[in-house]
């Protein structure tokens, strides 16, 4: 089993910055990606950044220039710094660890941590 718990969520105004934190601990193996995901009131959850095994990085249109996805593998934590923020990213924002042998494994959630914008 593997445990990810998230931290940095909180309220901030439209422009604000924020650091999110995600801490892996429990069974060790292989990691296909780890990354972010959001989910607004009475909409779905939605992709935010991924970054891989290899250290490369997706994002979604939205929040390209102004979110960044960092990794301390020493650490088994992952980062998402956001900045410039708009009433438009508050959501939950979730960790999610994708394994290497995916779908044999299951992929792991956080329990999400709550960010809100302010205008």
């Known amino acids: 089993q593997v445990q990810l718990v998230e931290f940095g969520g909180g309220l901030v105004q439209a422009g604000g910055s924020l650091r999110l934190s995600c801490e892996a601990s429990?069974?060790?193996?292989?990691?296909?990606?780890m990354g972010w995901y959001r989910q607004a009131p009475g909409k779905q959850r939605v992709l935010v950044a991924t970054?891989?095994?290899?250290?490369?990085?997706t994002y979604t249109e939205a929040v390209k220039g102004r979110f960044t996805i960092s990794r301390d593998s020493a650490k088994n934590t992952v980062y998402l710094q956001m900045n410039s923020l708009r009433p438009a990213d508050t959501a939950v924002y979730y960790c999610?660890?994708?394994?290497?042998?995916?779908?044999?494994?299951?992929?792991?959630w956080g329990q999400g941590t709550q960010v809100t914008v302010s205008s």
């Open positions: 999610k660890l994708r394994p290497a042998r995916w779908p044999a494994l299951n992929d792991y």
């Open positions: 429990g069974s060790t193996f292989s990691i296909n990606y």
């Open positions: 970054i891989s095994i290899d250290g490369s990085t």
